[in-house]
């Protein structure tokens, strides 16, 4: 008969449990060694002190013996009833079907009597079960599970030309060489007071999880990375078993709580596909609370702070819009980023802390930030590290939930990466030639924690490319649709930053275009149209408008950035440029005039403003200030000259109205005021002759006519030779050798590289 066991302060121990427990005892003796169970003790022989069962008493069939008592020789009554016991916090953990896992808040007494509970669905378990169940004390060396049905946090992804790919070409059967063990750290003095500012934050948890719950609404139930169902199992857990320590902080139960983050985050999960995604988030909360979780919280919490209350009432009683707490925020993920690292666990929460941090420090520094660029970084070393650029294989046994969440996460770590290289003109630090773009379902968050008939009714509402058929733009459709684009960005910057010739040039940047406009006609209709006609927000929620945009300035980006290479390096015209930087601009003044998305999504306004705004508005600026600078005025110019100062003034407002603790404020200042200091010089020109106004047709030279036409780029070309001119036809006297008029305009670059030269341009320098 099987039965629990409940130690004085100790774990309440079911036996019967078939999922590993990560909360360990850690009941030691005078002397400082681990207590050894009652079998071992009084046969006075070796005990390993593994949890629920030593390895000694499951090899000698008695299981049902084996407990671990802190105080072996006193006699303890058995008379008192359970009923009478002081209140315990409770946390119920079913990973298979008939087992139950009950394990003690670090709130209850150390002084309580043991009972006995016995057991609501008695199963028989084999000494082999019993074996592959076990988990080691934190001092005890590590146990090697054998069964192969399990995935736990912690393997390396090792690849071709490793050592571990030659072990297994000359072996048959090889021990697995890709798990990496838990750093066992040593609890200082340090760590423990470290840790207890770190919680300090959880003593207003009510204002915290508020703020918490505030952004997945904004967010429509998603997040970056960490999804809506597993933070409110987070939170439940915590406040369940550990409200109490954390509102009254005290310093004895915090150090206890302390000391309890350490030993479970330096521990593995351990989980299978068919654990939920209750079971799962249930394995990081209660009893196996970790730093990772807590950093998460203090992240979305932060990231919700940018957003401003509706209510100024909420505001003023906690504190908590002042610009300083998302600062505040971003140090304790920060602190709980150090913690994890050093515990060395490598696994999809400490992924999801990295991808959440990495948000909320984008949005306090800005995209250009040094930090934000590294941190970047250290998610590209994490994912590799897991193997997620391989994609999810079959033999990874993963849940379907943990699975999708793990093509999002990379998805987003590879389109991120390519969006921040091209902004700020670097190589990518990964590429897609080594990697597996295995895109996401576009499945809502509700819809992939479901199981069986319910999941499988989900998938069935899905197009043969794994797209909704409902029409929806949600966070995954933007990830999923950009994914397929993202390569072409990076093919984009290749072409910037590599060495090619002209024909090479050409060559390639017909490749892309083909490639695009084949990906673009392969999309669902909804999709298409968010590009190709007028943005339709009739009906839709403000987060989807938000998508909506994003999606159509990126694609438009890539052709933007695509027209400024061909005029840099092969010599084409500005025609087609000027034309997708006004409809980028266009999008972006009627995208700031919302007053409903500036409300909840103000960070990336400011980034839309930033990024794509401000890299279109160069280009207008620039050209404009040429078109003026002509000495023969076109009757007909690209850009109409009031309607353009206007859309210019217009966005130089609007990149004045930014937050300056914005983390986009820097750029949007710079820009300002170099667009501001442009329509100065274009409305306040130095005296000079009166230009006539004319329309002449270019005298076309004679080896223009032999460019070469396979791009198909619709771009017409000049003379590359004649010192990399725009050539305008119908507006330039053909007279005219060079249009740059003595300007070295880098069409080419990062988009910072080339905010700075304008603001250092000499504009008062004589037109040469």
């Keep these: 008969m099987n039965h629990q066991h409940q130690p004085p302060g100790g774990q309440i121990i079911d036996l019967q449990s078939t999922a590993p427990n990560r909360a360990l005892t850690g009941k030691y003796r005078r002397n400082g060694k681990l207590q050894s169970c009652e079998p071992c003790r009084r046969s006075k022989l070796r005990c390993d002190h593994v949890v629920p069962a030593c390895g000694r008493c499951v090899r000698r069939r008695c299981v049902d013996q084996c407990i671990y008592h802190p105080n072996p020789l006193t006699q303890v009554r058995r008379s008192r009833r359970t009923s009478e016991l002081a209140p315990l916090t409770l946390v119920t953990s079913t990973i298979d079907e008939g087992s139950v896992n009950i394990v003690q808040s670090i709130e209850t007494s150390r002084t309580e009597s043991p009972s006995i509970i016995t057991s609501q669905t008695p199963l028989p378990r084999s000494t082999e079960a019993v074996t592959r169940e076990v988990h080691r004390a934190a001092s005890a060396p590590p146990l090697h599970l054998r069964d192969e049905s399990n995935n736990r946090t912690g393997r390396q992804f090792l690849g071709e030309t490793s050592y571990v790919s030659i072990f297994k070409d000359g072996l048959t059967h090889c021990a697995d060489l890709t798990y990496s063990h838990a750093q066992k750290v040593r609890l200082s003095h340090d760590r423990i007071v470290q840790g207890c500012k770190a919680l300090s934050f959880l003593k207003d948890k009510p204002s915290i999880l508020r703020m918490v719950s505030r952004w997945y609404e904004i967010c429509e139930d998603e997040g970056c990375i960490c999804i809506e169902p597993i933070m409110k199992e987070w939170l439940w857990g915590l406040g369940m078993h550990h409200g109490d320590v954390l509102r009254d902080q005290n310093p004895e139960k915090i150090r206890r709580l302390v000391d309890l983050l350490w030993r479970n985050t330096q521990t593995s999960l351990i989980f299978n596909e068919k654990t939920t995604a209750t079971q799962w988030a249930r394995l990081g909360t209660g009893p196996n609370i970790r730093w990772e979780v807590i950093g998460l919280i203090a992240a979305l919490a932060g990231q919700c702070a940018s957003t401003p209350e509706p209510s100024d009432r909420f505001s003023k009683k906690h504190d908590l819009a002042h610009p300083s707490f998302p600062r505040q925020m971003s140090e304790i993920s920060e602190a709980c980023l150090s913690f994890t690292r050093e515990c060395e666990v490598l696994g999809d929460m400490y992924a999801w802390l990295l991808m959440e941090n990495y948000c909320l420090t984008s949005m306090i520094k800005g995209e250009s930030s040094h930090t934000t660029y590294t941190q970047s970084g250290e998610i590209i070393s994490t994912v590799v590290a897991m193997g997620l650029h391989q994609g999810v294989k079959a033999e990874d046994r993963l849940p379907f939930f943990l699975a999708e969440v793990r093509k999002r996460l990379w998805a987003q770590t590879y389109s991120a990466e390519i969006g921040i290289a091209s902004f700020l003109g670097r190589p990518p630090r990964i590429s897609y030639r080594y990697c597996n773009l295995q ?330």
């Design 439 to 768: 895109p996401p379902l576009d499945l809502s968050v509700a819809q992939i924690v479901l199981e069986e008939n319910e999941l499988a009714l989900a998938l069935a509402g899905l197009d043969d490319n794994g797209y909704n058929t409902a029409g929806k733009i949600q966070r995954v459709t933007w990830t999923k649709t950009w994914l397929g684009c993202a390569p072409e960005r990076e093919a984009i910057l290749d072409m910037a930053l590599g060495q090619y010739t002209q024909d090479e040039i050409v060559r390639n940047a017909g490749d892309i275009q083909i490639r695009s406009e084949r990906y673009w006609d392969g999309l669902p209709s909804f999709i298409r149209r968010v590009r190709d006609g007028p943005l339709d927000v009739n009906g839709k929620t403000p987060t989807e408008i938000l998508y909506m945009t994003v999606m159509r300035q990126a694609f438009r980006a890539n052709d933007l950035l695509l027209q400024r290479i061909l005029i840099r390096k092969a010599g084409a015209t500005s025609e087609k440029l000027i034309h997708i930087a006004s409809s980028i601009l266009k999008d972006i003044l009627l995208m700031s005039q919302r007053h409903d998305l500036g409300a909840l999504f103000q960070t990336d306004i400011a980034a839309l403003l930033a990024v794509q705004g401000m890299r279109s508005a160069a280009v207008i600026a620039v050209e404009l200030l040429k078109q003026e600078q002509l000495p023969v005025y076109p009757k007909e110019p690209l850009l109409p000259r009031s309607q353009t100062i206007q859309d210019l003034s217009v966005f130089a407002a609007r990149l004045g109205a930014i937050d300056p603790t914005d983390g986009s404020f820097a750029i949007c200042d710079q820009g300002r005021k170099v667009i501001t200091h442009i329509l100065d010089r274009i409305l306040s020109p130095p005296a000079a002759p009166d230009r006539q106004q004319s329309y002449r047709a270019p005298t076309v030279p004679q080896d223009q006519h032999q460019q070469p036409s396979q791009m198909g780029l619709d771009v017409p070309m000049s003379d590359p030779a004649q010192g990399g001119c725009l050539h305008m036809p119908g507006v330039i006297d053909p007279t005219m050798t060079d249009l740059n008029f003595g300007i070295e305009v880098p069409f080419l670059g990062a988009d910072n590289d080339f905010m700075q030269w304008l603001e250092n341009m000499d504009w008062e320098r004589p037109v040469q």
